[in-house]
């Protein structure tokens, strides 16, 4: 090493520059409006076609039937019953999606919600499995 005192005047050049790093865990970043973020499941919504579950390259979907089923509506005389809504629940496996929306974009009825979140990080696997009733 030639010049040792050539690290010090960098140094001190260095302290009195604005960072070129942002203050991400303090500032919330901001997204951009077409963020590929995690997908929310609408309920109400879904009508168990199981188009997202065949088109998910990652099979990070699934779609089952509920066990709390809406009950049926109390019969009309002289008309047919009326069928009842079924209700399903969706179990979206995080540690194996892509982020690439093809179900979201698939989905007749539009159950699949895009969002924007991006802190998905976990320590244990489980927890980023969602379950949505």
Known sequence: MKH???IFKEAIMHLFKKPATCGYP???AKVMPNFRGRIDFDSSK???CQMCVRV???KAIEIKLSAEQPP???PVEGQPAAPVKKKFDCIMKLDRCVYCWQ???TCPKK???MTQDFELAHVDRKELRRHYK
């Open 26 to 28: 303090f500032e919330k």
């Open 46 to 48: 879904c009508i168990g």
């Open 111 to 113: 159950a699949l919600i």
């Open 56 to 58: 998910c390259p990652a």
């Open 103 to 105: 179900c979201a974009e």
């Open 72 to 74: 049926a509506p109390a």
């Open 4 to 6: 040792p005192a050539r």
